[in-house]
């Protein structure tokens, strides 16, 4: 009875087949966002979630996926909720400039993003590793730590 519960308490390992699988969902998740706007970094958060003790391969692309969508479709809304919630006292209004200069990029970064994922999808899903850049080496030190 005890070696029942022990067996059920370790999760057993992905197929390396399962793993190209859901690194590559975790990667496509950038798609999503195309049709809802905001839920892609749930989708790569959520596969983080119930494969992160499965598989470090999944874990590691599904972070990474995440993290990528999430410092664009978010930072985008975070930098001017800050410029209109510090124009109330000034310091705002000088942002507003930095904020117009800086949004084209991210709106660039919006439009490139899903091709970037599906780079992403089709390299996991051939076995290979995939890193986005800048955010590829934060997610190995988060998920080392």
């Known amino acids: 009875m005890t070696t029942a519960l022990q067996n059920a308490a370790v999760p ?24 809802t706007g905001i839920l892609g970094p749930l989708v790569a958060l959520v596969i983080y979630l119930i494969f992160s003790s499965r598989s470090k391969y999944v874990a590691y692309h599904a972070m990474q996926s995440f993290l990528f969508q999430l410092a664009l479709w978010y930072g985008l809304g975070v930098m001017w909720a800050l410029v209109g919630a510090l124009s109330a006292i000034l310091i705002g209004i000088v942002l507003i400039p930095f904020a117009c200069i800086l949004t084209p990029l991210f709106l660039l970064g919006m439009a490139i993003a899903p091709i970037y994922g599906i780079i992403g999808a089709v390299q996991t899903s051939q076995g290979q590793d995939f890193k986005y850049w800048l955010i590829g080496d934060w997610a190995r030190g988060t998920l080392e730590s």
Do not use: R
Request: aromatic share 8%.
């Open 12 to 35: 057993t390992p992905l197929s390396p087949s399962d793993e190209h699988t859901w690194a590559m969902l975790a990667h496509l998740s950038v798609l999503v966002n195309l049709f």
